[in-house]
């Protein structure tokens, strides 16, 4: 069965270090998201791509984030620097079909700052 | 603004127990329902989607329900086993925000 893969499963990097975050969607779908989770809280959205751009993005997303689709297969975040704050599990999702299909889920990344 | 709240947080049962798992969304113009299981530290892995038009969905021992009118959903999980225990986590995708709001989810215990 298809399945949503992420690279690398955990990582940690110093405060002020950029990261970035791999994803690869099932192969047929057209919509792509990261979600993140700090421990104990909500799985909360960060950004929707499609058609190579953005679609929308949640307050979260600064201009510390950037998401890329540098070929036909990965879908990466991106963050510059950094922060204490930014420790969280990361999770890509893809869908065929975002109003009537399912959000597919990868294992996610857990990121440590330290 | 779309909230999502589930009920109750923590749920711990004997193994063979019927039980159902509430969720509640404060804006009814969804397109579709998700219920997730969440492992310990593990990735979400897709139990049930139910279209706003439907009003329930089975697979297997799992049975999702959904009044859109009244912002409601229940996962209904019969005779129980300790391999359900998990955090189940409902989502609602709403047409006017592109993405999934979830629930903070009910962590179930299900004990021999």
């Known amino acids: 069965e298809p399945e949503v893969t992420q690279t690398p499963s955990h990582q940690v990097t110093q405060m002020g270090q950029e990261v970035i975050l791999r994803c690869v969607p099932i192969s047929n779908h057209l919509y792509f998201y990261w979600y993140r989770q700090i421990l104990g809280q909500k799985v909360e959205f960060l950004v929707s791509?499609?058609?190579?751009?953005?679609?929308?993005k949640s307050e979260i997303f600064d201009d510390q984030f950037s998401v890329e689709r540098p070929d036909g297969s990965n879908f990466t975040l991106k963050i510059r620097s950094t922060k204490l704050e930014d420790s969280a599990m990361y999770f890509c999702?893809?869908?065929?079909?975002?109003?009537?299909?399912?959000?597919?889920f990868g294992p996610g990344t857990r990121l440590l700052v330290l | 603004k779309q909230e999502v709240t589930q009920i109750p947080a923590a749920l711990s049962v004997p193994e063979g127990e019927n039980l159902v798992l509430n969720c509640s969304f404060t804006d009814s113009a969804i397109y579709n329902l998700q219920w997730f299981r969440q492992d310990p530290g593990k990735g979400l892995t897709s139990l049930l989607l139910i279209q706003s038009s439907q009003r329930e969905q089975t697979s297997g021992r799992l049975n999702a329900s959904l009044d859109k009118s009244s912002g409601r959903s229940t996962l209904y999980i019969a005779a129980s086993q300790p391999g359900d225990s998990a955090t189940y986590l409902c989502a609602v995708f709403s047409g006017g925000y592109n993405k999934l709001i979830f629930g903070a989810g009910t962590r179930l215990a299900v004990h021999p």
């Open positions: 999702a893809s869908s065929a079909s975002p109003s009537s299909e399912t959000q597919y």
């Open positions: 791509f499609y058609n190579n751009e953005i679609s929308e």
